[in-house]
């Protein structure tokens, strides 16, 4: 579907431009690769002044139309991989402006890895406490001084 970085990088940018509200000052989407070509989580998100809300990449004119933005940023991934065992990143942050500008972040969170990891039927994912997972799942993730006893 996707040949070029550039041309996927126009495409989610596109994508977000058309399911914005008229007016808006920035928008991003925060992407965490949950599995590679099997599961990935965005959020999209616009501030508009300095009020944050969000919006539905799977609406457009307030109707249901999906879009393929998870496809590009599966796309944009094996692109970056080196080789198969490569993980290039298991988060990223497209941001745009109404003038069009954009920019785009990359990270590897090696508390998302762990989390990500875990059997969703053992017991340490059980005792995992509902905040330590909604912070790790942020762009941000875990502070730097957070306890971290899986380390």
Request: glycine fraction near 4%; charge should be negative; avoid cysteine.
């Amino acid at each position: 579907m996707f040949k070029e970085i550039d041309e996927i990088y126009n495409f989610i940018g596109q994508e977000m431009y058309e399911r914005l509200p008229e007016n808006w000052d920035i928008a991003f989407l925060e992407v965490n690769m949950d599995k590679v070509d099997q599961a990935i989580s965005i959020g999209a998100n616009y501030i508009f002044n300095n009020t944050p809300h969000s919006f539905d990449l799977d609406e457009l004119n307030g109707v249901v139309n999906f879009s393929d933005v998870d496809d590009a940023f599966y796309a944009l991934y094996k692109m970056m991989q080196k080789d198969d065992n490569d993980v290039p990143w298991n988060k990223a942050r497209f941001e745009i402006t109404p003038d069009g500008d954009f920019e785009i972040l990359f990270k590897y969170d090696e508390d998302f890895a762990w989390y990500k990891s875990l059997d969703i039927d053992s017991q340490e994912y059980d005792d995992l406490d509902i905040d330590i997972i909604n912070q790790i799942k942020t762009w941000e993730g875990l502070p730097e001084n957070a306890p971290r006893y899986w380390k």
